[in-house]
């Protein structure tokens, strides 16, 4: 927390400096030039004290540390080209945030299987369904962050109440490796907020939302998804409800209406509660409120069937 604290103005300097800022749009109403550069900070804060603190073998460390800096990158260049007014191509972050995915799947983070609550045996899943499920789930945590960043303290706010609940259900759980992770995540997230609550003096930009997607997604998977219970797969579900179901109906409605699903538009929650008449920062405790809501459900579940 500190560190991300202290390093994000100078980050935000040189961003300013160069022109790494996010210009206001029809669709973007921040009213004036933001600078894009929250990723770095978050990336730099989660990674210096994952490799210092996380006891994983050195082979997953680096493997998700590939992973995480391919999607920084790919996020840096995506958001490079909203500062010069133009869209980065779809393609090649699709294929870099699956690359990364398999990354994960090869460093041995995979949902396996789960316990069968009629006879308590563990039932393994096919390989192949291992692995699909492994990379949607990676590969879908990251979109929905990312596609939930269009307020100030918004995505921060969502991530930060999932990765604590990730933290608390670890602690249950007796599971050091998740716990450490979902702290570390939480207080960088914290860090980049102080900047990043309305009104933001600093977006996140493309390369910390999916980052965050992307390290929430690999906790779940191997913090919760890992006890493999029944109740235990809901633990996650339940921690990122909102940007999940939010975006499924965003997907739907653009489905519906014949527009490709990555065509950004003002169909997220926040945007349809801004056009109720709502301020960014009513809009963002009241989702954020919700996530709360969801989160404390599942860890009073948990206790009671722990």
């Known amino acids: 927390f500190i560190l991300v604290a202290l390093i994000m103005p100078l980050i935000m300097k040189v961003a300013n400096k160069v022109g790494f800022t996010d210009k206001p749009t029809k669709r973007k109403k921040h009213g004036r030039e933001v600078p894009l550069c929250g990723g770095i900070g978050i990336y730099i804060g989660f990674f210096i004290f994952y490799f210092l603190l996380v006891k994983d073998t050195t082979v997953q460390k680096d493997l998700i540390f590939i992973g995480g800096t391919l999607i920084l990158l790919i996020g840096l260049i995506d958001d490079y080209f909203k500062t010069i007014g133009k869209e980065f191509p779809i393609f090649p972050r699709l294929v870099v945030q699956l690359f990364s995915a398999v990354l994960v799947y090869k460093a041995g983070v995979v949902f396996g299987g789960f316990t069968n609550p009629l006879n308590g045996e563990y039932v393994v899943l096919p390989a192949l369904i291992q692995f699909i499920v492994t990379i949607v789930w990676i590969f879908g945590v990251t979109t929905v962050i990312n596609w939930s960043d269009g307020m100030d303290g918004l995505a921060g706010g969502i991530s930060i109440v999932s990765s604590l609940t ?38 996140m930009g493309d390369s910390g939302a999916n980052l965050i997607g992307y390290i929430l997604s690999i906790i779940a998977i191997d913090g919760a998804f890992k006890q493999a219970t029944v109740f ?18 965003v997907i739907l409605k653009r489905f519906s209406e014949g527009k490709p699903v990555y065509q950004a538009d003002r169909s997220q929650m926040h945007y349809r509660l801004e056009e109720k008449g709502l301020t960014p920062p009513q809009i963002v405790r009241y989702i954020v409120g919700i996530s709360i809501i969801f989160s404390a459900l599942a860890i009073i579940g948990l206790l009671i069937k722990h």
């Open 166 to 203: 990730f933290f608390i259900t670890a602690i249950i759980l007796k599971q050091d490796i998740s716990a450490i992770n979902s702290i570390i995540l939480s207080a960088t997230i914290g860090g980049f907020l102080i900047y990043n609550k309305y009104p933001a003096k600093v977006f």
């Open 232 to 249: 235990s797969l809901f633990i996650p579900i339940l921690a990122l409800a909102v940007p999940i179901f939010d975006n499924i109906f």
